[in-house]
């Protein structure tokens, strides 16, 4: 399967402790994006990053939240101190930007987190 | 980007054409429309997308109206494994690279 894959596929943890999600993109795609998705909502932004620069971020993203990509290739988003609105599928995606080509993005399944 | 408007759900019979309309009134010159859909657990799936032209593949067509306001979705023959939620996006490529899901579209499929 050469789609994307994100690690773990659900994840239960307790308040105020700390989560790492993986998501390994489709090989050779330099931008890696975080959503995160609430029950009955369409996915919403967090970050975005191109090869190993995180570019942009959401206000969705605390400060409680970081990401990594440090080698331009798998990323990691950590929740610290978690809440039990943290609650939520997150969702990973990449893409190739080149020349003018149009860019889509290619989604995994998705890590749910539920926090208790 | 241009917000989108769909209608919350809607239903189809198994074997019918299934018509998802989605309205972007404010669309600009160089916003695409894209659709995917996200089966019930499952990350969302790419469908289509286009600037202008209607444009067709092995999942779907796409119409978008000559003054671009909006657009439709077309699945040929429904099956009951095309029941999802549709969102229509539009986005200016290459600068703000998010995407904008909104609510989408429930579609029921049935048999």
């Known amino acids: 399967d050469t789609g994307v894959s994100q690690d773990p596929r659900h994840k239960i943890t307790k308040r105020g402790q700390n989560v790492t999600f993986r998501c390994d993109p489709i090989?050779?795609?330099?931008?890696l994006y975080w959503y995160r998705q609430t029950l009955g909502q369409g996915p919403e932004f967090l970050t975005y990053?191109?090869?190993?620069?995180?570019?942009?971020k959401s206000r969705l993203l605390s400060d409680r939240f970081s990401a990594e990509r440090p080698k331009g290739s798998f990323s990691t988003l950590e929740i610290q101190r978690t809440e039990q609105g943290d609650s939520a599928m997150y969702l990973c995606?990449?893409?190739?930007?080149?020349?003018?080509?149009?860019?889509?993005?290619?989604f995994g399944p998705g890590t749910r987190l539920l926090v208790l | 980007d241009a917000k989108t408007t769909q209608p919350t759900s809607m239903d189809c019979a198994e074997g019918r054409a299934a018509n998802l309309p989605c309205n972007h009134s404010t669309i600009s010159g160089n916003e695409y429309v894209y659709w995917y859909r996200q089966i019930h657990s499952q990350g969302p799936q790419y469908i289509i997308h286009?600037?202008?032209n209607n444009e067709t593949n092995e999942m779907a067509s796409l119409i978008i109206t000559e003054d671009r306001k909006s657009s439709t979705l077309i699945l040929p023959h429904a099956t009951l494994r095309d029941t999802a939620v549709y969102y229509c996006i539009v986005r200016v490529w290459n600068n703000f690279n998010k995407f904008y899901f909104g609510s989408g579209t429930k579609l029921n499929v049935k048999p």
């Open positions: 990053f191109q090869n190993e620069a995180q570019l942009e």
């Open positions: 286009g600037l202008k």
């Open positions: 090989s050779e795609h330099n931008r």
């Open positions: 995606a990449s893409s190739q930007i080149s020349g003018t080509e149009q860019e889509t993005q290619y």
